[in-house]
């Protein structure tokens, strides 16, 4: 740390070890807004449950484009949440549920240091449930594991643990244990105190935390007559078919804590963010892209995870979400961004609590900060202080949707590129430019179709410059080299793209199918073609 700085490295350390910085992965409809409202609502972040989504008319975040949402029902739109909790700062990053959005959520991967996997209890291991957690193993993203609706019918405890293990080969240590079957929810005992049940009563409405009283294993017989047995008996045997709890173990993706509970009703909800805190890693040395590691007691030092415009209505803005990795952020300091080598003032420094914001005016390693319209950003982008810092880019992810973009009214093609150029830095699409088709009509590239409606409404009601996509007839993205763009330039390829150029200047060649990039690699071995990180199972 430099010697005029704010904090020693010393109390640097200290913040950060009482950070948590973490997400939920799920899929749609398995509860992710309704575990965050309870998450919060126990931490005393919030009054009352729904006033950070804003579902249910309830107070929230709206703006033009969040219409989309409201008409869909689904989130689109992420925000993160500070809460504290037994003298710990909780930041919960919160993500898109919806498919189509996940780029945006697997961004949001690359920020967190733990994962909360939210799991139905009914639906299971659901597709993109797995999706997200193959992202949260690619990158080395512990994950606790949250089944949830227990007080709805649902399946077997033991058989959803079966599938934890045999479809997503991770072996799960249950810390709580359900007593009655998911639909005769009566409590849970702990792991690591079977001499305990932990009764819990539903206050009507579920806005409420449900009352819990605790009592001794004697008196749970008496209440619950077979069903507390029944339920040690079903813990036993869960943990002795497994290797037991071990950090290390957890920290390396090769186990997962397992909670029951219902997010409605807040049962099972301490449980778990007490399992944030005692289980969760705080932020840690990141390694950059040169493989060192910056340590978290060395200067400010961040990462743009995720751009996001129009979160107020009344201002047209754009806030870039940046998650601190070292040092200390202070609003108002001169930071250089890595990319550029050019600094920048960070003023307009926000935290962002759903709709409402706090100005942000100190910040510490795995804290968020939002900067408003600091338009020279990008998602990926690094910003520093003192000693230079550069993490490595953050993945891109395979698409498999393709559409040509055209303004409607050609005296707007100001806008239209401006438009799509915004779209691009935000990471809203992947915007592709190819050799054959020019500057005008750019290729946007998605993971999930839906990304293209997003195009199509902003680039009408923020750009001014309604665009007609039409779609192309891919599904296969390969990264080349210059070598390897030669080859394609050259092959006249009966369905293919022969190549486009992301912003990054990745040069990528586009294949209909994996029949016809195979018939490419037969005749052309020698050409690199990578594949970029796939999201498909
Ligand atoms: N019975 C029961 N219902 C629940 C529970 N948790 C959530 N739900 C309901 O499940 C539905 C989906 O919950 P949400 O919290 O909106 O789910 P989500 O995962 O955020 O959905 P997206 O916004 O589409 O990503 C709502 O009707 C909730 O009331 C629970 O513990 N028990």
């Known amino acids: 740390m430099s010697t005029d700085s704010p904090a020693t490295a010393a109390q640097v350390l200290q913040e950060a070890s009482r950070r948590r910085t973490f997400a939920v992965i799920s899929h749609p409809d398995a509860g992710k807004s309704t575990l965050t409202e309870a998450l919060a609502l126990h931490a005393q972040a919030i009054t009352s449950a729904g006033a950070v989504h804003g579902k249910g008319g309830r107070k929230g975040v709206t703006s033009d484009w969040m219409e989309l949402e409201k008409d869909r029902g689904i989130s689109v739109t992420s925000a993160a949440l500070q809460f504290g909790h037994r003298d710990h700062v909780m930041n919960l990053v919160d993500t898109p549920g919806h498919a189509d959005f996940s780029e945006d959520t697997y961004r949001v991967l690359s920020a967190v240091d ?59 240590v249950p810390q709580v244990w359900p007593v009655g079957n998911a639909g005769n929810f009566r409590g849970l005992v702990e792991a690591a105190d ?51 709890w071990d950090p290390q173990a957890f920290r390396e993706g090769k186990i997962t804590p397992v909670f029951f509970g219902s997010a409605l009703t807040n049962i099972g909800v301490r449980l778990l963010l007490d399992a944030v805190v005692d289980l969760a890693p705080s932020p840690d040395a ?53 990319a550029s080598g050019r600094s920048l003032t960070t003023k307009y420094a926000h935290t962002v609590f759903g709709a409402e914001r706090t100005v942000a005016d100190i910040c510490y390693p795995g804290d968020v900060v939002g900067l408003i319209n600091a338009t020279a950003l990008r998602v990926g982008d690094t910003l520093y202080v003192g000693k230079k810092a550069e993490f490595p880019p953050l993945p891109a992810f395979a698409p ?59 680039m009408e009601h923020e750009f001014s410059s309604p665009i007609v996509l039409e779609r192309l007839p891919y599904s296969l993205a390969r990264v080349t080299d210059a070598a390897g763009a030669d080859v394609l330039n050259k092959a006249r390829l009966v369905t293919g793209e022969p190549l486009t150029r992301r912003s990054d200047n990745a040069l990528l060649a586009l294949f209909g199918d994996k029949w016809q990039l195979n018939s490419f690699v037969r005749g052309n071995p020698d050409v690199k073609l990578e594949t970029l990180i796939a999201t498909a199972d």
């Open 194 to 244: 079977t001499e305990q049940f932990l009764k819990y009563t539903r206050v009507p409405g579920g806005t409420h935390e449900a009352e819990e009283e605790a009592m001794d294993a004697a008196a749970a017989e008496a209440v619950e007559g077979e069903l507390w047995p029944t339920a040690l008996e079903e813990l036993e045997l869960a943990l002795d078919s497994g290797p037991g």
């Open 400 to 458: 498999e949707h393709f559409a040509v973009a055209r303004p409607k009214d050609i005296s707007r093609s100001k806008q239209f590129r401006k438009g799509i150029s915004q779209l691009d830095e935000e990471g809203v699409v992947q915007v592709l430019t190819s050799d054959r088709r020019g500057d005008q009509a750019p290729v946007l590239a998605a993971v999930g179709p839906m990304q293209f409606d997003v195009v199509l409404h902003r």
């Open 286 to 338: 990141r390694e950059m892209a040169n493989g060192d590691h910056r340590p978290v007691e060395e200067e400010f030092a961040g990462i743009v995870f995720k751009i996001q415009a129009n979160m107020d209505p009344a201002h047209r803005d754009r806030i870039a979400f940046i998650r601190v990795c070292s040092g200390v952020f202070e609003r108002g300091m001169n930071v250089t961004r890595a």
């Open 114 to 172: 733990c994962a909360i996997m939210l799991v139905d209890a009914a639906k299971g291991l659901e597709e993109q449930t797995r999706k997200l957690f193959s992202v949260c193993r690619h990158r080395g993203v512990p994950v606790i594991t949250f089944i949830n609706k227990w007080d709805r019918r649902g399946r077997e405890a033991l058989e959803l643990l079966d599938d934890i293990q045999n479809i997503l080969e991770i072996t799960p």
